[in-house]
């Protein structure tokens, strides 16, 4: 069930350069299904700014009822959420989608979670999930530059841990697909930018592979169709809908 | 006593509140939040004859107090919308408003033909004011003499009451009401959005792929009140007024201006449970400000004092 | 080097920032803030034949992301402009844009014809858009033709350049534009306000006593940024831009739209100090974006990429 | 001189229903020049809402540069006021406009100062300054209900103060104007509703009056004309700016 819940804030801090940990207590922690999920937040009661802001789901934790949202402060949205505190309240839609399959990796087999700069969150979940599984996991993370990196010891004790940045100050220069190939796996995982996904997707055409994706989106549950994207399918005219098909998709099900 | 509802051409509402079209899809994504039979009515998103995949992404954007939107009318097409999700709903007690479009004439009669069969469709609302379409939509809703033929041409056809939903993006928007009147609608549902546009500060590029993209929200508020209320004293009408309302005080504001129903838009796609809440806080406000029925409130912006003689403020 | 000198008809602009008519009087309540030389122009608050005492109070009221006004043309009529606040303004090393309003023909053409021959006007803005004045004004801006004729005349008598001030409360701005165009003017500014209005909670009635006013501010940026989109291609004219701006990134936005330079309104009522700080900050955002200069941003949105060579983004 | 000034919060709370009492710390103190001046206020860096608020000054210090604001919770603006807390910086500009002119009275004579409601607070600093000077101070003060009652201690201090309440729950039953007629006094001053200041100036035409009005107001510094009155002065064709001109007003000189 999809809740709208006034969450309380437990911690905040920021973990890189404008990356900020959020931790919340919410009762809606107790229907999220699959580690991809996402919520989305109502940054301010009043009309500026206007719409929800979706965020991923980092890790959660249903005993306790917690969860942790990952997100890079970018423009009015997030600027506001950096203002909020313990002890105060944020008004959160959620659990909205449908997450990465785990199902879909065999204990013994080998998972590939690549992410691209705030694609990387919702690995986080995923990993721990996978390992608690029994599937050996490997990362690769790609950042923008050394003070964005966040996370690395965290991904590391789950497994093997590339870190990439675009201008070579910390960990491997490059991108993540420089990376990939050096690794093999029996499937992968990922979420980043559009054209980090499109790579991927193209590169392994015989693999399982799962992707994230990123849309704009207005109602964040289906009802507007602002979120679409076109069936992988061309002969099938009709669309998904990335908040509520997705936002993760099997590579080839809907065109990048 | 219900001191809601609410009686328009082919509509016994139950309170004045309904949904607005295209912000509520078919009304699946909601029912989860809460039992829709709550509702004054549904106006179900834009039905065309033929499916439609509508325009490409991003098709949102957000403005200062407000949202552009070029979803294109996106749609699964009359016969879907007749098989599935028409019957679904009817395990609802609510009326459904069936909001129709097209590209051409005839694809208008097509649908409103046949979508005004369906047991639970009470009302058609013609949009002839989607500004996010290329071929037709925005011509019928600009030009006074185009869009009384469109509504001659569809209430032949209606087997329930047809409202016509205007355009703001026009000089005169009396003038277009006063067409439709006499092309024989049987209530005006105002107003559609306003044309828009936002640039990326980084690309200098428009941020909707359909580069323009239609005005709503809370911004477009006090340009609705106006139409509304200038249209209200210029024909016999019934009008479902929307363009931001958020509120129950909100809702009081429209109906002052001469609306009769109110539909909510944007804010669903904010607040999923905002037209339930609105109608939990109408009695309260209306006890507040001395009305023994919302039916008061109608058209007290030009009504001359007294005209209300129960009134308690 | 000045990154931010744009040359207009008439105008010899410092930077492209301007005051934008009715929000700034006549310079001397900001004059206590800043030095107005530091502005690219001034356009001064509306100016009549006799003077004009305006609409009754309250006159103006609060909306969301946004203000109307109904002010009326409140001024102290052409004699004293020029006797008192022209040769005022004289002091500081700044264009004057001056604002001609009026009931009939006759009034404009005996304001353009004195106004414009004053030293320090550099230009005149022919206001026919003006939604809060009962005679004349909404007329001028909504009739193509009467608009032309109107620009023709004023044309005739005018000492200095002619740019005209559009409405937003029109079916298509673009004819309005090409109108104006064919009439020969030397320029446009748009948007002017759009036409709204606030309905009091408790009593009902209408906040303004004038009834309806002008929208402005944030809420009305979208309609201004896709009219300016429009008009800037069906044109050969320059445009001033306005409506909503607060910061550098809007004057970037109205510019990317077609704009070649922009004012600002109801943003001085809520900053004083609000020009300066823009004309402060544009030289960094410019440098964060890739432009050497200003002019590279007009028109980005409808250009073909590559247009500018020596943008570095 | 005005200013533009992002003041320091130094306390504020709640000092009848829905009452509250604003102190801050601003150098725009230093400018300040008679009772009865006011600040604009801008609560939010945003955009909801988009003006400022117009807010009496109701005490000032220009040793400590320190000023006390006292307003009632009213709209969105007044209500984002509410939350401000010590420390805090608020967007102030000021001060505005022309105040009591307390040189119209003499050492000896009595003056009477009536508020009503939110119409009180400007009078506490008139009424300190005039006892100050040697003037005896007469206050009478209206409210709707015994729990809007506020500063009645603090003026009482000052001089002979009535409280008049609408529905008699404290002090005396009725308005303010009942109770005028009651006292003799050289001088008076008011502020509060419209109907009381003109219920008022009829009621003296031999006596000097000053008299203190409200109007929506934008720019506040005389710039946009929002907030005129006309002349008093039939023949006088002009109009006077409440925010510049005014807020204080000799009878007369302006229609009500
Ligand atoms: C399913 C999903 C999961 C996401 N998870 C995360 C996450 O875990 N951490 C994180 O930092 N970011 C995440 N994002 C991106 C995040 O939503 C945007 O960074 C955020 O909305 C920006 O808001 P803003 O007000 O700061 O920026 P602004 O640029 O001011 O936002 C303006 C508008 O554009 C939209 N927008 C801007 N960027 C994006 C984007 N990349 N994707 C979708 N809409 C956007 C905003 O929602 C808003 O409506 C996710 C996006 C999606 C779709
Ligand atoms: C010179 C002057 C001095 C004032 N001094 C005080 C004071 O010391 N204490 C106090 O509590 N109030 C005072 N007021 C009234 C105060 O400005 C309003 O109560 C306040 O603006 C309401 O804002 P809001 O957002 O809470 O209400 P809303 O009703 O949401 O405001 C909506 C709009 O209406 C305007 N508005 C609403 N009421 C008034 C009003 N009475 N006068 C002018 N504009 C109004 C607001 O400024 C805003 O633009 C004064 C007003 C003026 C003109
Ligand atoms: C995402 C979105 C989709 C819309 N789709 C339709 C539509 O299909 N048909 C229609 O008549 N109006 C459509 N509208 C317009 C709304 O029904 C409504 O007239 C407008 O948004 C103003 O109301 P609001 O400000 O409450 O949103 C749409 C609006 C939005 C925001
Ligand atoms: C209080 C006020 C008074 C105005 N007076 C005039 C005027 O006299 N002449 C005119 O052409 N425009 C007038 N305008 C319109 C502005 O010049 C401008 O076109 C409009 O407000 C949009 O810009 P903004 O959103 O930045 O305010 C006025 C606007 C406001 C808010
Ligand atoms: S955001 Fe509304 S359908 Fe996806
Ligand atoms: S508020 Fe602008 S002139 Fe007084």
């Known amino acids: ?256 | 006593m219900n001191r809601l509802n609410v009686e328009l051409p082919g509509l016994r509402l139950k309170n004045p509140i309904m949904p607005a079209s295209g912000c509520f899809g078919f009304g699946r994504e909601f029912s989860q939040f809460y039992d829709l039979s709550k509702l004054g009515a549904i106006m179900i998103k834009a039905t065309t004859l033929e499916p439609r995949f509508g325009n490409p992404t991003p098709r949102v954007a957000e403005t200062a107090a407000g949202m552009l939107n070029a979803i294109g009318l996106q749609n699964p097409g009359l016969e879907k919308v007749i098989a599935e999700e028409l019957p679904w709903l009817s395990q609802f007690d609510v009326p459904i408003i069936a909001n129709v479009a097209g590209s051409v004439e005839e694809d208008y009669v097509a649908v409103a033909r046949k979508i005004s069969q369906a047991a639970n469709v009470k009302a058609l609302e013609l949009n002839i004011s989607c500004p996010n379409v290329k071929t037709g939509g925005i011509a019928f809703g600009t030009i006074p003499e185009v869009a009384k033929q469109l509504t001659r041409k569809v209430k032949e056809v209606s087997a329930v009451p047809v409202y016509v939903k205007l355009s703001p993006n026009v000089s005169n928007i009396v003038e277009m009401a006063q067409a439709v009147e006499a092309g024989g609608a049987d209530g005006i549902t105002m107003i559609n959005t306003l044309v828009g546009m936002r640039l990326d500060i980084k690309t200098g590029k428009p941020i909707l792929a359909n580069l323009t993209g239609g005005l709503s929200g809370p911004a477009i508020k006090p340009i609705a009140i106006r139409m509304i209320y200038e249209v209200s004293q210029a024909v016999s009408l019934p009008i479902i007024g929307m363009g931001g309302v958020q509120s129950a005080e909100d809702v009081i504001e429209f109906l002052y201006a001469g609306a009769s129903a109110v539909a909510v838009g944007t804010a669903n796609l904010v607040d999923p449970l905002v037209c339930p809440a609105i109608i939990d806080d109408l009695p309260d406000v209306l006890e507040r400000l001395g009305y023994e029925h919302i039916k008061e409130c109608i058209g007290r912006s030009w009504q001359r004092d007294g005209q209300f003689a129960n009134h308690r403020a």
């Open chain 1, 1 to 256: 069930m999809i809740r709208k819940e006034l969450c309380k804030i437990l911690s905040q801090k920021e973990i890189a350069a404008n990356i900020y940990e959020l931790r919340v207590k919410a009762t809606l922690v107790d229907d999220i299904r699959a580690p991809g999920q996402f919520v989305h937040v109502r940054v301010t009661n009043g009309i500026d700014p206007l719409l929800r802001r979706p965020i991923s789901i980092s890790a959660y934790n249903q005993q306790t009822e917690q969860m942790t949202l990952i997100y890079r402060k970018e423009g009015r949205g997030t600027s506001l959420m950096v203002q909020l505190e313990p002890g105060m309240e944020l008004d959160i839609l959620g659990p909205l989608g449908n997450g990465f399959p785990i199902e879909e990796v065999s204990v013994g087999e080998t998972a590939l979670l690549v992410g691209g700069g705030i694609g990387v969150p919702p690995l986080y979940e995923l990993s721990k999930q996978l390992v608690a599984k029994g599937v050996n996991v490997i990362h690769i993370l790609g950042f923008q530059t050394k003070s964005a990196v966040f996370y690395e010891k965290e991904f590391s004790k789950n497994g093997l841990t590339f870190i990439t940045t675009a201008d070579g100050t910390y960990g491997r220069k490059g991108f993540v697909t420089d990376v990939i190939k050096e690794v093999s796996f029996d499937c992968l995982y990922t979420c980043g930018p559009t054209p980090m996904l499109r790579a991927i997707e193209q590169g392994f055409p015989d693999k399982r592979v799962f992707l994230s994706l990123e849309e704009r989106m207005a109602c964040g549950v289906g009802a507007c169709f602002a979120c679409v994207c076109q069936s992988g399918d061309a002969a099938d005219t009709s669309y998904k809908k990335v908040c509520s098909d997705g936002p993760v998709f099997r590579a080839g099900e809907v065109v990048l």
